[in-house]
Structure formats: structure tokens, C-alpha cells
């Protein structure tokens, strides 16, 4: 049995945070011991790993430098768990946990689930940590996992240690994102979706990364072409409610045919709902999004940042970011296509996540770094 700790930066609903829950979900109990170490405030994504019988310490440090002062507070905890492993998310987390880890001599993985070290995507005090974390990538950790082959390329750019450096993507449950009809049928009803109509999905927070104002740029484009589509939107602030969301959606007079409806739902019951999904992010490193969709074998069109393009491969469009112009003209050909064909790209697609991305596979390569790090490899 190896035991690890994972230290996160917090427990908000965000790619990493959901990818460790379910990462904890999978992992095989007879191998792996897990327990959680929150930096911050508890999240939504506490609840979730507790209910999986997984302690969660929530240390509600501030932030800044005075965060600093947690460290004895991880290595007290480190030292009554006395873990084979410490396996840190995001920046602020490598840092601080990474520290701890190393005071004790215990092994240290660092992961990556950022896609660009750009500093205007960043806060300064974020960017400032990145280039100190690079200088500790060569003493600090005994692997880096990176997401993403973007990030990981990136990250190597501002002087990670290469040698380190190892992909792992992010896993999907293909047992709970599958084809499911019946939940088909419930989602389209509550959309009032016509029998000829193509449903055109987008699930993401609003945020200057997801680019809001392109995809709906996109869509008033294609809607004056065919009327026949309907783009429906979910996620934490996508609602009529966002007066600068509900300003542009009003000025490109996409009406009834754009809805807006706020915090995402299940997403394995909403997915199946769609005919195509979208991602119009400017920045990703490997989206879950689109991988949940992929595994629901609903056809996907990526803009093509981080690993988006290779996850959908030959089963999905890729184009420019921030082009409103390909982005329309790529949904609009995937809306066009023979239905039978969609149903053959989405089969395709699902097929690409059993064999690329299941969170079985995902877990066996994370239990195999554990297992390699605690028996002696570090």
C-alpha cells in the first residue's frame, strides 16, 4: 500500500480541482492510500472527496507571503501521516507543499494543469512564482506531470527541468459521459428545441479565457445563415443576468435562439442534449469539457489552444482562436453535415477517449508514479 498526500491550492469547482476528485474516485484502494491538504478555504469539491470516505484538511491560509507561515503546518501534518508520496496541484501548492515535503525527505510530484506561462494571462504575483518554481524544478520535485503537452512545452520554455517532465492527460469516466437518450430527450424539451433544429452547446464559466464574445459573434454569424440552430450556454455567470453577456447577446439580435442559463448542470446530462459542442477558449490546456462531450460522442469544434486539436483529432474541427469568422464557418459545416455522419464523428470520438483518455488508464499511470517514487526510485 502506498500512501499520498495531495496538496491543492483549493478545492472551487475548476479543471484541477474536479480532475483530482475524480482521480481519487478511480484509483484502485489496495494500491493507493489517498488524504487532501486544502491551502485555502473549503470549496464545493470538499464535499465530493469526502463522500468518497477521503479526509480533507482545509488549512485557510491567507494569501501572499504570509502564507509562508502554513509550512509547519503541512510538515506537522505530513509527519502524523507519514505519506510515501506528496503529490502537489498548482502553483501556490507546489511551493508551499513541495517545501514541507522536502523538509521531511519525502518524495514530491508536481502537477501542471495550466496551458501558457503568458504573463498577460496571469497575475504578476503568479507569473512571479512561476519563474521560481522553475528554478526549484531541478531540487524540489522527483517528477512533473503536465496535463497537457502545451503546458508542458510551456513550462519548459520559462526552465522547468525538462528530465522531469512527464504527460499524463486528464481522464474521463466513460461509464457516467456516454450516449444517453432518455437524458437526450429531458434536456431538448427544456430547451423547447424543434424537431429540425441543431442544438449548438458551450459549457465554461464566463471569463475572459473562455471568450464569450467570440462564440456569440460565431453564432449570430451562423444563425443569419441558418436559422435552424440554437446555441445554448451554461455555466457560473452565463445568464441574462450578466449585463455585458446579455448587452452583446442583444446587440447581435441572437434572441431566442441563444439561451443563457447559468451554472452548468450535471454535465452528463446536459451533453447529451447537444448536436455539436463548442469551445471558443483563447486560452486551455486540456479541457474537460471536451473530453466529456467526446466520451457523450457529441462532435466537438476547438479553437486550437493547448491540447484541444489533439484531442479531437480526426473527429472534430479545429480553428484560429478569437476568429468569429472560422468559427462560424466550421460549426456551420459541422451543422450541415448528414446526421448519420455527426453520429459516425461522435462515435469516432468516444472511441478516441476509450483508448486515449479513460480515467481507468489515467489512474493506473498515476498509481505507477506513486508506486515508482515509493519504492525507492526517487
Known amino acids: 500500500m502506498t500512501r499520498v498526500v495531495h496538496i491543492i491550492t483549493g478545492l472551487a469547482v475548476g479543471g484541477a480541482e474536479v480532475m483530482l476528485d475524480r482521480l481519487l474516485g478511480a484509483l484502485d484502494r489496495s494500491r493507493i492510500q489517498s488524504e487532501v491538504i ?159 433544429d441543431i442544438v449548438i452547446g458551450h459549457l465554461a464559466r464566463f471569463h475572459p479565457q473562455k471568450d464569450h464574445r467570440t462564440l456569440l459573434e460565431a453564432a449570430a454569424r451562423c444563425l443569419r445563415e441558418d436559422p435552424h440552430l440554437k446555441f445554448v450556454l451554461f455555466g457560473s455567470d452565463v445568464n441574462r443576468a450578466n449585463s455585458v453577456l446579455a448587452e452583446q447577446a442583444d446587440q447581435l439580435g441572437l434572441g431566442e435562439r441563444c439561451l443563457l442559463l447559468g451554472p452548468n448542470p450535471a454535465a452528463h446530462e446536459a451533453l447529451p442534449g447537444f448536436d455539436v459542442l463548442v469551445s471558443s477558449s483563447s486560452s486551455e490546456a486540456f479541457p474537460l469539457v471536451v473530453g466529456e462531450a467526446m466520451a457523450c460522442e457529441i462532435p466537438c469544434v476547438v479553437t486550437d489552444v493547448g491540447d484541444s486539436s489533439f484531442m479531437v483529432g480526426p473527429t472534430g474541427k479545429t480553428v484560429a482562436p478569437r476568429d468569429p469568422q472560422g468559427l462560424s464557418r466550421a460549426l456551420l459545416e459541422m451543422a450541415r453535415l448528414d446526421p448519420f455522419e455527426r453520429q459516425r464523428l461522435g462515435a469516432e470520438a468516444r472511441a478516441r477517449v476509450e483508448a486515449n483518455f479513460s480515467l481507468t488508464r489515467v489512474a493506473d499511470l498515476y498509481a505507477g508514479v506513486y508506486e515508482q517514487l515509493a519504492g525507492g526510485a526517487a
Open 38 to 196: 486544502c491551502l485555502a478555504g473549503e470549496g464545493p469539491i470538499a464535499a465530493r472527496i469526502r463522500e468518497k470516505q477521503i479526509r480533507v484538511q482545509a488549512l485557510n491560509l491567507s494569501s501572499g507571503i504570509s502564507a509562508l507561515a502554513g509550512i509547519p503546518r503541512i510538515v506537522a501534518r505530513l509527519r502524523e501521516v507519514k505519506p510515501d508520496v506528496v503529490h502537489t496541484w498548482m502553483y501556490h501548492a507546489d511551493f508551499l507543499g513541495g517545501a514541507a515535503a522536502r523538509l521531511l525527505g519525502v518524495p514530491v510530484v508536481w502537477s501542471l494543469h495550466a496551458g501558457t506561462v503568458d504573463p498577460a494571462q496571469n497575475a504578476r504575483s503568479t507569473h512571479w512564482l512561476i519563474q521560481v518554481l522553475a528554478k526549484l524544478s531541478s531540487t524540489v520535485p522527483n517528477r512533473i506531470v503536465s496535463c497537457s503537452h502545451v503546458g508542458r512545452k510551456a513550462h519548459e520554455a520559462v526552465g522547468y527541468d525538462a528530465s522531469k517532465m512527464e504527460f499524463i492527460p486528464n481522464g474521463f469516466d466513460t461509464a457516467v459521459f456516454r450516449r444517453n437518450d432518455e437524458f437526450r430527450r429531458i434536456a431538448r424539451a427544456q430547451w423547447v428545441v424543434g424537431d429540425h
